[in-house]
């Protein structure tokens, strides 16, 4: 093992790759980058910063161990971190990555004082009746009337879109974004049409036809296939 | 073995212990055995519009607390032979002198003796809402035609359903026509679709109800009043009946109609 590279250094015209063996003691390839790291680019103190790259191969690396590394590559004048990666990810991770793209559905109604708070996207086949609210972490579509609130992208996805067979509500929240209710024009009851709800370029949550949504936010469509 | 139906509505004032009063004497009426329980702890008042209020020896609490035994709290009312008694509140204590699991032993209890118990439920939706559902396995929501009371009910409704109890059922109280005609007040519809609920009935408002209450003689008792009627309807429609709903529109006559009328007497 003892002349082992366990840290291997390439150049690209991006930057440098730093090839982490994924098979040693974490010390041990920690002592091995600060040496290599150390010997290598003492000369280049003076030139603007060069962004390396982190490959751990199959070596699962902690928050903290991954700032580690960050550092000590900072202690580098001249060099930054700019990705870390690797192959492996934590179960509990995975799960998230799954609950986030998952749909969940509820076929009922979600009334007042309830609130419904899911990762992914949404599916309601009911209404929302004022004082209930909706919270996911994707989009949401609702097969009824939505008179509540519904809250799309809450952790921060500004893609994400509310889709209601009728949109009354109370308040509409994408991602940090929140549009009140435009205050209810009474005699189109009978006008009604599929709506959804998205931000637009300036940044406001408009509601328009759902026929747009295609053009809009085209990343919706998952089906692989011809039509 | 009994049915035990809680009385609810979550907003305070829309008719609850004057539901309760007039579908237990309505279901009396009809030669069922009733047990009224008065839920409302500290806020009692179901005794006051049945006029038993100065008949009351024990009350619920002093039941729950072993002072005294179930049946020596209850009251009779004497103009219903035998068929209609009330378990009274405690007027001294608050809600925190009963739990949820205590209700439910005492309710089980009752359901061996009567037909229906009728179970009314304080405003709100803490320790005495929770004990007054405890026992019931039916409930019925009380709304008014005002969209503050729609929106409590709904939130109750939401409650409800997370319980081991039947679908709840809707009684809409103080319906006054002249409003709900011109749309300054929420139709019928427009509150059953929101809700959706099965509608159990609908009692129009009337000053009767209210000068009735006072007298300690549930309206229920006077047998032409509208209100009276739909009490007595409903209650029919508990016990498996099926009755149309009531009509609200006075019926308001063409000349052609009229014409009719006045033809047909010759």
């Given at each position: 093992?003892?002349?082992?590279q366990?840290?291997?250094?390439?150049?690209?015209?991006?930057?440098?790759i730093?090839?982490?063996?994924?098979?040693?003691?974490?010390?041990?390839?920690k002592?091995?980058?600060?040496?290599?790291?150390?010997?290598?680019?003492k000369?280049?103190?003076?030139?603007?910063?060069?962004?390396?790259?982190?490959?751990?191969?199959?070596?699962?690396?902690?928050e903290?161990?991954?700032?580690?590394?960050r550092?000590?590559?900072?202690?580098q004048?001249?060099?930054?971190?700019?990705?870390?990666?690797s192959?492996?990810?934590?179960v509990?991770?995975?799960?998230?990555?799954?609950?986030?793209?998952?749909?969940?559905?509820?076929?009922?109604?979600?009334?007042?004082?309830?609130?419904?708070?899911?990762?992914?996207?949404f599916?309601?086949?009911?209404?929302v009746?004022?004082?209930?609210?909706?919270?996911?972490?994707?989009n949401?579509?609702?097969?009824?009337?939505?008179?509540?609130?519904?809250?799309?992208?809450?952790?921060?996805?500004?893609?994400?879109?509310?889709?209601?067979s009728?949109?009354?509500?109370?308040?509409?929240?994408?991602?940090?974004?929140?549009?009140?209710?435009?205050?209810?024009?009474?005699?189109?009851?009978?006008l009604?049409?599929?709506?959804?709800?998205?931000?637009?370029?300036?940044?406001?949550?408009?509601?328009?036809?759902?026929?747009?949504?295609?053009?809009v936010?085209?990343?919706?469509?998952?089906?692989?296939?011809?039509? | 073995?009994?049915?035990?139906?809680?009385?609810?509505s979550?907003?305070?004032?829309?008719?609850?212990?004057?539901?309760t009063?007039?579908?237990?004497?309505a279901?009396?009426?009809?030669?069922?055995?009733?047990?009224?329980?008065?839920?409302?702890?500290?806020?009692?008042?179901?005794?006051?519009?049945?006029?038993?209020?100065?008949?009351?020896?024990?009350?619920?609490?002093?039941v729950?607390?072993?002072r005294?035994?179930?049946?020596?709290?209850?009251?009779?009312?004497?103009?219903?032979?035998?068929?209609?008694?009330?378990?009274?509140a405690?007027?001294t204590?608050d809600?925190?002198a009963?739990a949820?699991?205590?209700?439910?032993?005492?309710?089980?209890?009752?359901?061996?003796?009567?037909?229906?118990?009728?179970?009314d439920?304080?405003?709100?939706?803490?320790?005495?809402?929770?004990?007054?559902?405890?026992?019931?396995?039916?409930?019925?929501?009380?709304?008014?035609?005002?969209?503050?009371?729609?929106?409590?009910?709904?939130?109750?409704?939401g409650?409800?359903?997370?319980?081991?109890?039947?679908?709840?059922?809707?009684?809409?109280?103080?319906?006054?026509n002249?409003?709900?005609?011109?749309?300054?007040?929420?139709?019928?519809?427009?509150?059953?679709?929101?809700?959706?609920?099965?509608?159990?009935?609908?009692v129009?408002?009337?000053?009767?109800?209210?000068?009735?209450?006072?007298?300690?003689?549930p309206?229920?008792?006077?047998?032409?009043?509208?209100?009276?009627?739909?009490?007595?309807?409903?209650?029919?429609?508990?016990?498996?009946?099926?009755?149309?709903?009531?009509?609200?529109?006075?019926?308001?006559k063409?000349?052609?109609?009229?014409?009719l009328?006045?033809?047909?007497?010759?």
């Amino acid at each position: 093992m003892g002349n082992r590279q366990n840290v291997m250094i390439k150049g690209t015209k991006d930057g440098f790759i730093l090839k982490l063996d994924d098979r040693c003691g974490y010390e041990l390839l920690k002592e091995e980058l600060i040496e290599k790291l150390s010997v290598q680019y003492k000369a280049m103190d003076d030139q603007h910063a060069i962004s390396v790259k982190i490959e751990a191969g199959n070596r699962f690396l902690s928050e903290d161990q991954q700032e580690e590394l960050r550092e000590i590559v900072k202690s580098q004048k001249s060099l930054i971190v700019d990705e870390i990666q690797s192959n492996v990810i934590t179960v509990d991770l995975a799960e998230q990555i799954i609950r986030q793209r998952q749909m969940s559905t509820i076929s009922g109604i979600v009334r007042s004082g309830q609130v419904i708070d899911v990762e992914g996207d949404f599916l309601l086949i009911g209404d929302v009746n004022p004082g209930g609210m909706i919270r996911a972490g994707g989009n949401i579509y609702i097969l009824g009337t939505l008179k509540g609130v519904a809250h799309a992208g809450c952790y921060g996805n500004e893609d994400a879109v509310i889709v209601a067979s009728q949109m009354l509500p109370s308040q509409l929240r994408i991602s940090k974004y929140l549009n009140r209710a435009p205050d209810p024009v009474k005699n189109d009851d009978d006008l009604h049409e599929m709506e959804c709800a998205y931000i637009d370029d300036t940044e406001q949550i408009v509601v328009d036809r759902l026929q747009v949504l295609r053009h809009v936010r085209p990343s919706i469509t998952n089906y692989k296939g011809g039509m | 073995m009994g049915d035990a139906i809680v009385i609810t509505s979550g907003k305070g004032g829309v008719g609850k212990t004057t539901t309760t009063a007039n579908l237990g004497t309505a279901i009396a009426m009809q030669g069922k055995k009733v047990c009224l329980i008065d839920t409302d702890i500290g806020l009692r008042n179901l005794d006051v519009i049945l006029g038993l209020e100065n008949r009351i020896i024990y009350d619920l609490v002093d039941v729950i607390e072993g002072r005294c035994k179930v049946h020596q709290a209850l009251v009779k009312d004497k103009r219903f032979d035998d068929l209609l008694y009330l378990l009274p509140a405690a007027q001294t204590s608050d809600k925190s002198a009963v739990a949820p699991a205590q209700m439910k032993e005492l309710v089980d209890d009752l359901k061996q003796d009567y037909d229906y118990i009728l179970i009314d439920c304080p405003a709100g939706i803490e320790q005495g809402y929770k004990n007054a559902i405890a026992g019931a396995n039916k409930a019925i929501v009380v709304t008014t035609p005002e969209r503050s009371a729609v929106r409590d009910a709904d939130r109750i409704v939401g409650l409800l359903e997370q319980e081991q109890i039947d679908p709840p059922m809707l009684i809409i109280n103080r319906i006054r026509n002249h409003l709900m005609e011109s749309g300054d007040m929420l139709d019928i519809d427009e509150i059953t679709n929101h809700l959706s609920i099965d509608l159990l009935g609908i009692v129009v408002d009337d000053d009767q109800v209210i000068t009735a209450s006072n007298k300690g003689e549930p309206i229920a008792m006077n047998p032409d009043n509208k209100a009276s009627i739909a009490y007595r309807n409903i209650a029919k429609r508990i016990l498996g009946e099926s009755i149309p709903l009531m009509s609200l529109t006075e019926e308001k006559k063409t000349f052609f109609q009229k014409l009719l009328g006045l033809l047909s007497k010759k």
